[in-house]
């Protein structure tokens, strides 16, 4: 009978969970204020996520290499879908994630205007109180002089979804390779366990 014994085939440790947690919270963070840091941080992340899930593939060895080639595959086959253009917009994306990206943004996003005096972008909750708004309380029939602050054109949503829709598939990526980096934990496991049924039986 062989003495080696598998490991467990799925297993959430409590470091794990709370690492989980914490992604989570900080990826909603990051689509809610969706802005060019935020692009820059969650894509830098992605990238360095796949380089080092591609490393680990290649020198190291058991369940961890296992799970390494799971995550870099998924994360790698997933990311091209995004580059077509209608997955850039969740109104006309196909992609299933793209889809469930669209209530979130429906959610999160703000009117955002320009200041015509100082050209300053700001959200609706900004504008103060009694200046003229595009599209609101009868603009442009307003006389201007009578506001000294300015008067409100609309401008585009904040976040913008040239920001919003990047950090969101960036996400999905993350969140497939770490699906698909317990699945392949899981495969691993289950086939030592079969060569052990097997060296048993023998």
Not at 34 to 59: E, F, K
Not at 99 to 120: D, G, H, K
Not at 136 to 157: M, N, Q, V, W
Request: with cysteine; hydrophobic share 50%.
């Amino acid at each position: 009978m062989s003495n080696a014994v598998s490991p467990p085939a799925l297993r959430v440790s409590l470091r794990e969970f709370l690492v989980v947690f914490s992604a989570f919270a900080v990826g909603f963070t990051a689509l809610a204020f969706a802005n060019s840091w935020w692009l820059a941080a969650v894509s830098g992340v992605t990238l360095l996520a796949v380089i080092a899930a591609a490393v680990i593939s290649l020198v190291d060895r058991g369940k961890r290499q296992a799970s390494a080639i799971g995550f870099a595959v998924s994360a790698v086959c997933y990311l091209p879908l995004f580059l077509q253009g209608r997955e850039a917009d969740p109104f006309t994306g196909r992609l299933p994630t793209t889809q469930m990206l669209q209530p979130i943004f429906l959610a999160v996003r703000e009117q955002s205007y320009v200041n015509s005096r100082t050209r300053e972008i700001v959200k609706e909750t900004e504008i103060p109180r009694g200046a003229p708004v595009e599209g609101k309380g009868g603009f442009p029939t307003y006389g201007r002089r009578a506001f000294s602050g300015g008067y409100f054109l609309r401008a585009d949503s904040i976040p913008a979804l040239e920001h919003f829709m990047p950090v969101g598939h960036c996400l999905w990526a993350l969140l497939l390779g770490y699906v698909g980096a317990k699945f392949a934990g899981w495969v691993y496991v289950r086939r030592l366990r079969e060569q052990e049924s097997q060296v048993a039986a023998g």
